[in-house]
């Protein structure tokens, strides 16, 4: 950019799909309203509630005194941090057993796990009146009085294939899957408890959000034989749950009501206003940039960075007239990548706004607080060389 009065003026921004990659050079603030209940480290369960004449009550239960909540106004957020006591990122065995989670071996899945976690550790609860049965599935073989968890569909939101599984860790090592939508959804797609209160494994398959519709069914009477076949099949409304999977994805359930979230069915597009190009607040700004620097979603707020002091903006391109060889440098706002391991910063130079960029030489990092810091980086190039020169930050999320 020119040594003048126009440096830091120019902006510009670039989505694309591959990896999701934004460019900008300018910005704008943000104060957080949070639009659903978001639950990120609590035990509470998905309460299914048998009241009689037909009529269930589907809620997500509090446990130790905690209150219960609507699932359409909830939100389960799952850390991309390692499992088990940072979050819920693992790396899947290798092993052919395991393709049911949807990804290959060796790479990242996302898991609500089976065993206690100080982290969301949402189980399986059913109240009612329900009759023994045999129940005749391979996975289950013996009578009890089951209650059946079926998944009719998933809804999802993100950059991934958005598969969605359940299993339990039986004795000896054994694992008993109960749901994978990697193969599809099918009838098999069942969960069934018979104990009023269980915990399985969660699985996901990539970062995003996810809308899991389930619907609950238990026998109310039997027929009295050996062994006891189930009558009076009491089936319950569909129910919806969300989970936001990732850092990105629990930012936006801050923000925007959870049916805001992903489509309405699994075949329908992600609202505009939650989809990573989208402007629903029409400050000029796609969603990714207004993540990637602390700005609102849903607040005009664009701006650009206050210098060593601002807490949201644009990247600011200034003249570093400090040194014997004035260089162009740009100071921006910056997820710390322990708490954002998806997302990619590139600050560049070049000497035209169409080819030739080149990343900066060097940069200083000052840290803000456990998720920001303000990093200024330098170009290679000085102002006494070169008399036009642009800056720009490119952003990438995977």
């Known amino acids: 950019m020119r040594k003048s009065n126009k440096v830091g003026r120019k902006a ?23 639009a659903g209940t978001l639950l990120r480290r609590i035990h509470v369960d998905h309460a299914f509630r048998y009241q009689g004449k037909e009529e269930w009550e589907i809620v997500i ?56 976690t100080p982290l969301i550790w ?105 062994p006891p076949v189930g009558t009076r099949l009491a089936t319950s409304q569909l129910q919806s749950f969300y989970y936001a999977v990732g850092t990105y994805a629990e930012w936006k359930a801050t923000y925007f009501e959870p049916h805001e979230l992903v489509g309405e069915s699994a075949s329908d597009p992600v609202p505009e206003a939650t989809h990573h190009t989208g402007d629903g607040d029409r400050d000029g700004l796609p969603l990714l940039l207004e993540y990637a ?12 960075l206050t210098p060593d002091s601002g807490e949201g903006g644009l990247p600011l391109v200034r003249l570093d007239e400090s ?15 322990e708490g954002t391991p998806r997302l990619s910063y590139f600050p560049e130079f070049s000497s035209t706004l169409d080819s030739g960029w080149e990343e900066a030489v060097g940069e200083t990092v000052f840290p803000i607080d456990s998720i920001w810091e303000r990093v200024v980086a330098v170009d290679a190039i000085s102002e006494n060389a070169d008399a036009v020169r642009f800056g720009r930050v490119r952003v990438e999320l995977r």
């Open 12 to 34: 510009g921004r670039w989505v694309t799909m591959k990896g999701l990659i934004a460019f900008l050079f300018l910005w704008v603030p943000l104060e957080a309203l949070q």
């Open 61 to 116: 239960h509090g446990n130790d005194g905690d209150p219960d909540l609507d699932p359409n106004e909830t939100v389960m957020v799952v850390f991309d941090r390692p499992l088990p006591n940072e979050g819920g990122r693992a790396r899947r065995p290798a092993s052919e057993q395991w393709d049911f989670l949807g990804v290959e071996g060796n790479e990242d899945v996302w898991i609500i796990p089976q065993n206690f």
């Open 122 to 226: 949402p189980g399986w609860r059913s109240e009612g009146a329900f009759a023994s049965y045999y129940n005749d599935d391979p996975r289950m073989g013996f009578s009890a009085p089951f209650v059946g968890i079926s998944v009719e569909s998933v809804s999802y939101s993100g950059l991934g294939a958005g598969h969605y599984s359940m299993w339990s860790n039986q004795t000896g090592g054994i694992t008993k899957v109960w749901i994978t939508t990697a193969d599809g959804i099918s009838e098999d797609d069942v969960y069934y408890f018979s104990s009023g209160h269980s915990h399985t494994n969660q699985g996901f398959s990539d970062p995003g959000v996810y809308r899991v519709d389930y619907r609950a069914a238990g026998f109310l009477a039997n027929d009295g034989g050996d």
């Open 293 to 304: 620097f602390n700005l609102s979603p849903v607040e005009s707020d664009y701006q650009v």
């Open 323 to 337: 040194s014997a060889q004035p260089r162009l440098v740009i100071e921006y706002l910056r997820r710390r990548a």
